[in-house]
C-alpha cells in the first residue's frame, strides 16, 4: 500500500534524526563536564561516547538499503539489437492480395512432403525422348518454383529415355540452371528408366506423397496409391479421381 510504503521508507530517516539529537545532547553534557570537572569520572564518561559513536556508526551502515525501483528496459541498438529483429521478422508481405511462391507451394502440396516429378514436358521445353536425345531445355519459369519445392519438401525429379547422352543432356541442363546449387536438389535425386513402367515404379518404391506427370496413363496407375498428383496436359483428363489436379503446365498449378 502507498502510505505503508512511504512509512517504510521514512523509518530510517526518522532514527538517524533521533540518534543525531541523542548525540548531540550528550556531546554538549560532556563538554561542559569536561570544563568544570577534569577528573577520572568524566574521561570515562568521554570513552564510554566514543564506544556509543563507533555502534551508531556500525548500526547504521548496516542498516538495509532503500530498494531501488527497477529502472525501465531501453530497447537495445547496435548489431545484437539488428541481429534480434532479423530473427523475429516475417517474410514481407509485399501486396497484402498476393501470396508468396512459398506460401503457395505450401498451400497447393497440402502436407505433402516428398514430391516425386517428371522431366519431359514439365521442367523441360521438350516433350518427347527423341527430343532429349539431341538437347535438354529448363523452362525458365520453373526454376524459382523448383527450388521453393526443394527447400520445404523431398523433391525427386525422374525421366524414361533411350540413351545415356539423353541422362548426360538432362542432367547438364538441370545444373545450368543452377537447381543444384541450394544443396535441397542433387544430381542423385535425378532419376532414369527406360520405361514408363520403371518410372511408375520409382513412385512407387519412393511411397511419394504427390507425383507430377504428363502421361495420364501413368498418373491412372498411381491414383490408387499416391496421395496427390497433378497431371499435367492442355488437354482435360477426362474423369480423373478425386485425388487427381490438371492443369496445363507446372508454374500454372503453384500460381
Not at 22 to 32: K, T
Not at 124 to 133: A, G, I, M
Request: a neutral charge; one cysteine or more; charged letters at 25%.
Amino acid at each position: 500500500m502507498p502510505g505503508l510504503a512511504a512509512a517504510a521508507d521514512q523509518d530510517p530517516v526518522s532514527l538517524v534524526r533521533r540518534v543525531s539529537r541523542a548525540l548531540n545532547r550528550r556531546v554538549s553534557d560532556l563538554v561542559g563536564l569536561l570544563f568544570h570537572h577534569k577528573t577520572a569520572g568524566s574521561l570515562g564518561a568521554v570513552a564510554g561516547f566514543a564506544i556509543a559513536v563507533v555502534f551508531a556508526w556500525k548500526f547504521l551502515r548496516s542498516s538495509p538499503a532503500r530498494p531501488r525501483r527497477p529502472e525501465p528496459k531501453r530497447p537495445s541498438v547496435g548489431p545484437a539489437a539488428t541481429d534480434s529483429a532479423a530473427a523475429d521478422a516475417v517474410e514481407p508481405a509485399g501486396d497484402p492480395g498476393k501470396l508468396s511462391t512459398r506460401q503457395i507451394v505450401v498451400k497447393r502440396l497440402s502436407g505433402c512432403r516428398k514430391v516425386t516429378c517428371q522431366l519431359l514436358g514439365v521442367v523441360f521445353e521438350e516433350k518427347t525422348p527423341e527430343e532429349l536425345q539431341k538437347h535438354a531445355t529448363v523452362r525458365p519459369s520453373v526454376v524459382e518454383l523448383l527450388l521453393e519445392i526443394a527447400r520445404y519438401c523431398d523433391l525427386y525429379l525422374m525421366e524414361t529415355v533411350l540413351d545415356d547422352k539423353s541422362e548426360e543432356n538432362a542432367l547438364i541442363a538441370l545444373e545450368s540452371a543452377g537447381l543444384f546449387k541450394t544443396g535441397g536438389l542433387m544430381k542423385e535425386k535425378v532419376l532414369f528408366s527406360s520405361t514408363e513402367i520403371g518410372r511408375t515404379s520409382f513412385v512407387r518404391q519412393l511411397e511419394a506423397d504427390f507425383h507430377i506427370d504428363t502421361s495420364l496413363d501413368i498418373i491412372s496407375q498411381l491414383s490408387r496409391f499416391i496421395r496427390c498428383q497433378l497431371f499435367v496436359s492442355s488437354i482435360e483428363g477426362g474423369q480423373l479421381a478425386s485425388n487427381v489436379f490438371n492443369s496445363p503446365s507446372l508454374e500454372q498449378f503453384f500460381s
